[in-house]
């Protein structure tokens, strides 16, 4: 039997410590800070919904594309890393960012004050103006007042639905805009409340869609979310950096004007 030389034991032991240092000092950042995660990972995991056109929808190919698509791929690209579009449900989104299940959401998210209470935000990327819409028929509702008693139906977790509910309104919830436009139609609900650009597409694609703009209201500057708290203050960071280049390059300007047909990236 070999004589146990402690010594000998006690360098090995302390050569294994040290070189183990750099990987779980590697490891330590990984999972504290945002930004070096997604680098070491080589991806950035965008949370979408894939049914909100002109934003974020499925082409004639059923590929995944959009203004935020585009953007959030761009993003990726400044970062070096591969983009990878995770599609949910709207009420799982913010959730899921918050959680740390998505890195970050593209899906024209505005920024509110609540909001922002539990979640960290980049600058502001666009800017977008909020519409009632109602059937074509309907003369009792031409302005946000006259939602009072009245039923609307969107993503309960959504802007448009506190704003709905603000006025009086009772809110069904619902997933999508086409579910939602459906509805309206068939006189389930009375009105639908939603973005000036996406309404406007929708009646671009559906030239027969029977319904109208009612009334037109201040929007919301989108954000893109991000976890809160300091594991993602380089992260958001980065982002605003790169929103800067993006402006400047001129290229959420020509997105913009791909999708929506006008710039909407100027913020006032």
């Known amino acids: 039997m070999k004589r146990f030389k402690p010594f000998r034991f006690a360098a090995l032991l302390l050569a294994l410590v040290i070189a183990a240092i750099p990987v779980l000092t590697a490891c330590s ?37 959009g203004f935020d698509v585009e953007i959030g791929a761009l993003i990726a690209q400044k970062l070096g890393v591969e983009p990878e579009f995770k599609e949910t449900m709207w009420d799982s989104i913010l959730a899921g960012v918050s959680s740390g299940t998505f890195d970050i959401a593209c ?10 209470e539990s979640m960290s935000f980049s600058k502001p ?13 309907n003369d009792t509702i031409n302005s946000f007042e006259d939602l009072n008693g009245k039923t ?12 709905a509910q603000s006025y009086g309104a009772n809110v069904t919830s619902i997933d ?19 973005s000036e650009d996406t309404i406007l597409y929708y009646i671009q694609q559906h030239p027969d869609a ?15 979310p991000v976890a809160k ?3 993602t203050e380089s992260f958001v960071k980065e982002l605003d950096r790169i929103i800067d280049e993006l402006r400047e390059s001129g290229e959420l300007k020509r997105l913009s004007e791909k999708y929506f047909g006008k710039d909407l990236t100027e913020i006032k």
């Open 29 to 65: 950042t990984s999972d504290s800070d945002l930004l070096q995660k997604v680098k070491s990972s080589g991806k950035l995991v965008i949370a979408t919904e894939g049914d909100w056109a002109p934003w974020t929808y499925h082409g004639e190919n059923d590929e995944l594309v």
């Open 107 to 116: 899906n024209g998210v505005g920024y509110t004050e609540e909001r922002a």
């Open 125 to 137: 990327y666009a800017q977008t103006h909020m519409v009632l819409v109602v059937k074509k028929d």
């Open 152 to 163: 609307t139906a969107n993503t309960i977790s959504s802007t448009y639905a506190q704003v």
């Open 176 to 194: 999508s805009l086409s579910d939602t436009i459906e509805l309206l139609t068939a006189g389930r609900i009375d009105a639908t409340l939603n």
């Open 210 to 224: 029977n319904i109208r703009i009612a009334a037109e209201a201040e929007g919301e500057k989108v954000v893109f």
């Open 229 to 231: 708290g300091e594991k």
